[in-house]
């Protein structure tokens, strides 16, 4: 299968919706379409915090992923977090998430992030196993999350 990944435009924020509503669905994540979809246009619309992708099989649309810009003195400064990454289950354990993770490290390697972080769920043993082949390690840390709402 040939994948390729297009960098995402406003125009296609409903593609980019439905893979966000299928990724929290699986997850188990509270999906709110019109915190989701403000947070997707702000992203898209300023490439300073970072980029999202489409990631096709074959032409057709089969995911997407986020990169989102940190800066972190323990890492050395400027680094990334994959904020989301998702691939439709017919297409998974195929080797597009190693080739998507190739994809990013070498992106981010040109911009000269140092460090790229993602954040993966504990029971989730089939993306720890490819995150681990990838080079990511555990930190021996939590990510805490104080929700701060206006």
Known sequence: MDITLTVAKLSESDTIMKFIQELYEHEDIRFDESIANTALSQLLEDDSLGYVWLIYGDGEAIGYLV?????????????????ELYIREEYRRAGIGTKVLEFVTEFCNSLGIKAIHLVVERKNNTAHSLYHKMGFEDCDRDIMTKWIRS
Do not use: N, Q
Request: proline share 0%.
């Open 67 to 83: 990169l989102t810009f940190g800066y972190s003195l323990e890492f050395g400064g400027r680094d990334g977090l994959i904020d």
